[in-house]
T-cell receptor
């Protein structure tokens, strides 16, 4: 089954404790992206990657890191999480040339206390 | 000014009616326009995309684009209760996969 998977789905952590949210897709898509979704603010893009070893900032990259060492994986790293990073996070992927026709993962709900 | 603006709703329409969802964008160079549907507690799923001025139809859905007015809309004909969801408008400056900017969404309620 073609899908984007994220782990963990739910995470409660404390301020400053480094964490990684994994994202993997099995559709051989070149493009991958991370978003956060907050009430009243909608979906905002954090980082995106056009292909392996190619990443770029979205609208809200502060406090986040990403890497794209393999085509299928695009982990999101919070090196020192803060309460304002409490949010619902989505990973998405798309084949190059399809613009915004993205496939979204199920989401990761992160709470930072 | 927000880059992509939508009325948050809720937009309430009776079953069988036409629902009209609207979106405006600020970047005149935008080239790709998308409508996603998001059910409560679920991830967004793509409904339609449109690149050129005019209408594009897919089943009960019609996307309309007017680049001169920087306006894109989604019409849902014969609305069903299962259409009740939040509809997200998204805009990209290129046709290839790139930075995508979403509106905050319009919540649609289809009543019996």
């Amino acid at each position: 089954e073609a899908q984007v998977t994220q782990n963990p789905r739910y995470l409660i952590t404390v301020t400053g404790k480094k964490l990684t949210v994994t994202c993997s897709q099995n559709m051989n898509h070149e493009y991958m992206s991370w978003y956060r979704q907050d009430p009243g603010l909608g979906l905002r893009q954090i980082y995106y990657s056009m292909n392996v070893e190619v990443t770029d900032k979205g609208d809200v990259p502060e406090g986040y890191k990403v890497s794209r060492k393999e085509k299928r994986n695009f982990p999101l790293i919070l090196e020192s999480p803060s309460p304002n990073q409490t949010s619902l996070y989505f990973c998405a992927s798309a084949p190059t040339g399809t613009g915004g026709s993205q496939y979204f993962g199920p989401g990761t709900r992160l709470t930072v206390t | 000014q927000k880059e992509v603006e939508q009325n948050s709703g809720p937009l309430s329409v009776p079953e069988g009616a036409i629902a009209s969802l609207n979106c405006t964008y600020s970047d005149r160079g935008s080239q790709s326009f998308f409508w996603y549907r998001q059910y409560s507690g679920k991830s967004p799923e793509l409904i339609m995309f449109i690149y050129s001025n005019g209408d594009k139809e897919d089943g009960r859905f019609t996307a309309q684009l007017n680049k001169a007015s920087q306006y894109v809309s989604l019409l849902i004909r014969d609305s069903q209760p299962s259409d009740s969801a939040t509809y997200l408008c998204a805009v990209a400056v290129r046709r290839t996969a790139s930075k995508l900017t979403f509106g905050t969404g319009t919540r649609l309620q289809v009543t019996l």
